[in-house]
């Protein structure tokens, strides 16, 4: 037995409540109705049919679910959205009973030990806000059926118990077009001839999994590159040739990938076959059916010419979806508050396992620069949230995600790493999925596998980085007498100012120049600390408190430290070194301890210097942000046309072609003054090219967007000419992206009528213009659309997928930079106290946190 946190303890000691408890059926999933389920629930098996027929607004299909029941009370189905149009309870046609999403099975029907229910139903389909989707390819007229059912939207298009610890085996009937294939979790059992022009095919059984990776996609889709030995690919037929190029590349990964997960997991891959499905449209990046991934076309095959980072980032998303087979689908967390138990394990798991198969490529830098700034710009903010997420209701589980989840549980799992060692953690791992095959656990279950391997008590640090909300910021205060280190202190403080100790393990850096530099290892457990190993050494250049990245909070550098690395910055020779000590510079900036301009004038002289891809990205991004969201117009100005012109040089001399790439989107990000525009002209002309690289299409649409939102002479012809000269259905959708950039009062209103009351517009068209609309010169014209889209956020977060909220609050808040901006929106936060969901709330909080830092630093530095 172990000693076990009071929060554990109180969620373990809470009653079950009976269902009865529910006067009606409740909306969404309870916790307590999927306690109570449960735990008499079992034994659960789906056998499914659909008929796919094109253009139909509705797909009609056929149930039948048996399960066991432990004790005989009623049970509620969960059933929203579409019809039911017969329902028998072990062998007896009873009437339909619906109320708030659920379909209720009187305790008179039902019996100790197995159940049998049998369903007609008949579910939506649709391009934009149902869990069944149509996507019609403008390139051939063709059509596409797929599912989408994460957090709990399997519920809106089949009866289920819709909760992750209910698993069940599934058997899938699909009848579609002769013409179409059908993928879905397992093999192809059989197919036959159905009715004319359909074809019925018959699925294996699966393993037990949650409802939620139960998953199929129809329709006229090819397989790519079919070889023995590797994962099926698939992809709609009008995208065959661009998939064909890039299949072997896809698929040795992911065979690489499945090695090497296996071996570290010891647990050989858990389903019977793996396929990866190209969906054009798709909300999310991927998503990880069990046997059969979901992956973002436009993410895979790449519309914009790529660069190495590019095709890092998409190895990345092959490796998480990849591991989601294990932590998600084989071990699946009992409740989506311990979401990040598969989206940080899997997000973690990816970058060591690219670490492994691409041991050149700095992985460990690139996982800095992508997850690490995420998180602490959210950490940092009112509206963050602990990594555990306590979700009351199914229905808003889809406010657990985001970069905490994402972003700060692989940076916390990291350090975890570090506290433990590789060997105990690896070990922790196996031990944790060993024991819950094709099951479910929780937090807890993982603290105790890394407890045995360590032998070590991991209370404290699971409760405060895990239960707790939060980062420390943690700062070194040294002395020097007779240029030897004469004190050496750390100190840690909430960021929030809310109270707390992290324990935090970190590796400090005393660097010396040319000369070797001291690490000292440091385990921080109180607010306040001594660093006796620091005694006595020589007097360093400057001190860094978070060497490769091991530790999770904010590092500031200390007074001495900060003017000599801007100094020096430009001569670190070690590209994982730099990058860090640019965050560093970059938090700063962000907490108004260095000013915009410092950091974009040291950003333009350095810039030229550096040959590494991702380095290079993320200094222009941050500049870009400097400029157009940090400094007004007038401390703008005089930076525009030297970095404009640095675009420019480097788009045509840069060495490689990757940052040629870079350079040329940095031109894009810069590019206001007339001359800056007429280099885009240039490109979309003909009159200029990029050495090596030919523009793909959303280069060319990404510069016309520029340009409407810039107002330039010529942007109007140039976007009939890309209209005359992009045909697809994807320069459909790209056109109307940069249409929304138009800087006028009619278009604005027109989008967003169209945001809020077109459901056959997809949602990726609304999504990807959102950035469009809220260009960043354009922020007094959208400013009037700021509270609208306040008001519309019951509507988005009912209607929309995963990630879309967030993105939306982003775009409309994060959008502005004025005092009267922020006020809006605290008013109202004021305004809406009783009426606004606490999830949504604290979206609002994070969004707005931005938007403050952004009043305060002009303010600052006007």
Known sequence: MRPISFFLLFIALMPLLPLQCFAVAPEGVPRELARERAANISDVRYRLSFKLQPHAATTPGHGELRFSLQTVKPVLLDYRDGEVLSLNVNGNTVPVKAENGHLELAAGNLRTGPNTVIIDFASNVAPAGKPILRYEDKDDGSEYIYTLFVPMDASMAFPCFDQPDLKGAFTLTLAAPTDWTVISNTNVERAETGDPGLTVTHFQETHPISTYVFAFAAGPFRKVHESPGLPGLYVRKSKLPRAESEAPQLQQTTVDGTRYLANFFAQPFPFPKYDMVLIPGLAYGGMEHAGATFLNEESVLFRTAPTHTDVLNRDLLLLHELTHQWFGDFTTMRWFDDLWLKEGFAEYMAYQTLASLRPNDNV???????????????????????????????????????????????????????????????????????????????????????????????????????????????????????????????????????????????????????????????????????????????????????????????????????????????????????????????????????????????????????????????????????????????????????????????????????????????????????????????????????????????????????????????????????????????????????????????????????????????????????????????????????????????????????????????????????????????????????????????????????????????????
């Open 364 to 862: 460990w830098k690139l996982f800095y620069e992508q997850t690490k700034p995420a998180a602490y710009a959210i950490d940092a903010t009112k509206g963050t949230t602990p990594i555990y997420q306590e979700i009351p209701n199914l229905k808003d589980a889809k406010s657990a995600y985001g970069a905490i989840v994402y972003s700060k549980a692989p940076g916390v799992l990291k350090q975890l790493a570090f506290v433990l060692g590789p060997e105990n953690f690896q070990n922790g791992l196996r031990i944790y999925l060993h024991q819950h095959p094709y099951a479910n656990a929780e937090w807890s279950d993982l603290v105790r596998a890394f407890e045995a391997t360590s032998q070590r008590s991991l209370s404290n640090w699971a409760d405060m980085w895990i239960r707790r909300r939060g980062m420390p910021q943690v700062d070194v205060h040294w002395s020097c007498s007779n240029e030897r280190i004469s004190t050496f202190r750390i100190t840690q403080k909430d960021v929030l100012g809310e109270g707390g100790v992290w324990p935090v393990a970190t590796e400090v850096r005393l660097s010396y120049g040319d000369a070797a530099p001291a690490l000292l290892r440091v385990e921080l457990k109180e607010s306040s600390e001594e660093v006796p190993q620091a005694a006595g050494k020589p007097c360093p250049e400057y001190v860094f408190a978070n060497d490769e990245d091991y530790a999770y909070g904010r590092f500031l550098l200390d007074s001495n430290s900060q003017p000599a690395v801007m100094q020096q910055i430009g001569g670190v020779p070690d590209l994982f070194r730099a990058t860090l000590l640019w965050g560093s510079l970059w938090e700063a900036v962000r907490v108004t301890e260095l000013a915009p301009t410092a950091y974009v004038s040291l950003a333009e002289k350095q810039l030229p210097n550096y040959s590494d891809e991702s380095l290079t990205q993320n200094l222009i991004t941050r500049t870009a942000t400097a400029l157009h969201r940090y400094m007004s117009d007038s401390a703008r100005a005089p930076f525009v046309p030297g970095l404009e012109q640095l675009a420019t040089a480097k788009m045509i001399g840069a060495p490689e072609q990757g940052l040629r790439i870079i350079w040329f989107r940095g031109l894009r990000a810069f590019a206001e003054t007339p001359q800056g525009r007429a280099e885009l002209r240039a490109l979309l002309q003909g009159k200029r090219t990029i050495p090596g690289v030919e523009l793909r299409p959303l280069d060319r649409w990404n510069m016309v967007t520029t340009l409407i939102a810039l107002a330039d002479p010529e942007a109007d012809s140039l976007f009939k000419a890309e209209q005359q000269r992009d045909h697809s259905g994807d320069g459909l959708k790209y056109a109307y992206i940069a249409e929304a950039a138009r800087p006028d009062a009619k278009t604005k209103q027109k989008y967003f009528d169209d945001y809020l009351h077109n459901p056959a517009r997809p949602e990726d068209w609304v999504e990807r213009s959102l950035g469009a609309f809220n260009y960043w010169n354009q922020s007094e014209l959208t400013e009037p659309y700021l509270k609208p889209a306040l008001e519309a956020l019951p509507q988005i977060k009912r209607d929309r997928k995963i990630f879309f909220l967030v993105r939306w609050l982003n775009a409309f808040i994060v959008g502005q930079h004025s005092p009267a901006a922020s006020k809006q929106v605290h008013a109202f936060l004021d305004a809406s106290t009783a009426d606004l969901d606490k999830d949504v709330r604290l979206k609002i909080l994070q969004e707005l946190d931005e938007l403050d830092r952004a009043v305060a630093i002009r303010a600052k530095y006007h």
